[in-house]
C-alpha cells in the first residue's frame, strides 16, 4: 500500500533475479510432481516419507538390539524385548501389510477402470520405452521467459509488472501455485505427466494473462487476502 492507496503499476518491467536459488528450485521440484498421476504421486507424497520413518525406527532400534534380530521382529519370527522392538513389531503386522495391500488395491482397480477408457489424445499413438522413462518437466521458471517468445514477455509482462508490481519472486511462487493446484484437478486426470504440465501450463498464461490486464490483480493473492 502507498499513502493509504493501492500500489501503482510500474511503467516498465523490471530486469529479472539472476540464477534461481536452490531452494527455491527444489521448490519448484516438488510443486511438479502434480503432474505425475496417483500412483507415483502417492509415493513421491506418502511412500518416501514412510519409508524414512521406517529406516529411522530400524537404525534406532538396531542400537539395542542386533540388524538382524530388528529384522526377526519386523517379520514376526521374534518375540520384542523393548519399547523400539514393540513398534517394530506392530509396523510390520499393521502397517506395512495395510499399505501393500491397499496400494495393490488401488493399481488393480486403477486398471480395472481404464481398461475401457482412452482418452482422445492418446487414440493410435505408440509410445515408445524413452518416452515411458523419460522423468517428469518441471514448471517453467518466468525468469526464462523475459528474453523468450513475443506470447512469453507479454505474459510476464502482464503478470509480474501488472499483477505483482514488478515483485519477480512473488509472480513466480504465485504461477507455481496456480499450476499446482490445477493440475490437481480432476479435468487433467487423464494425461500423461508431460502432456498434464504443457496443457496446463498453456491454459494457465491465457487466463492469468487476461485477468492481469483486466483487472490488475492475481488470482492467487486475491485468494489468499
Not at 516419507?49 to 521382529?73: K, W
Not at 493446484?181 to 480432476?186: C, F, G, P, R
Amino acid at each position: 500500500m502507498l499513502h493509504g492507496g493501492p500500489i501503482p503499476i510500474p511503467g516498465d518491467l523490471k530486469l529479472p533475479p539472476g540464477r534461481q536459488r536452490p531452494l527455491r528450485r527444489l521448490r519448484r521440484v516438488w510443486r511438479s510432481r502434480k503432474a505425475l498421476k496417483g500412483v507415483t504421486q502417492w509415493i513421491l507424497d506418502w511412500g518416501l516419507p514412510l519409508l524414512v520413518c521406517l529406516g529411522a525406527l530400524y537404525v534406532f532400534a538396531a542400537r539395542a538390539e542386533s540388524p538382524s534380530g530388528v529384522y526377526r521382529v519386523f517379520a514376526m519370527i521374534d518375540a520384542p524385548r523393548h519399547v523400539l522392538l514393540w513398534l517394530a513389531s506392530l509396523v510390520g503386522w499393521l502397517l506395512v501389510p495395510a499399505i501393500i495391500g491397499g496400494f495393490a488395491g488401488h493399481v488393480i482397480a486403477e486398471r480395472i477402470s481404464r481398461a475401457k477408457s482412452i482418452s482422445t489424445h492418446t487414440l493410435f499413438r505408440q509410445r515408445k520405452l524413452r518416452q515411458r522413462l523419460r522423468p517428469p518437466g518441471l514448471i517453467d521458471h518466468l525468469a526464462a521467459y523475459f528474453h523468450g517468445t513475443v506470447a512469453q514477455q507479454d505474459f510476464v509482462d502482464a503478470w509480474v509488472r501488472v499483477a505483482h508490481r514488478n515483485d519477480w519472486v512473488r509472480a513466480q511462487d504465485h504461477w507455481e501455485v496456480f499450476v499446482r493446484d490445477t493440475m490437481s484437478t480432476q479435468q487433467y486426470a487423464h494425461l500423461d505427466r508431460h502432456e498434464c504440465l504443457r496443457q496446463v501450463q498453456s491454459a494457465a498464461k491465457m487466463a492469468l494473462r487476461v485477468t492481469a490486464r483486466s483487472s490488475g490483480l492475481c488470482i492467487v493473492c486475491e485468494r489468499r487476502r
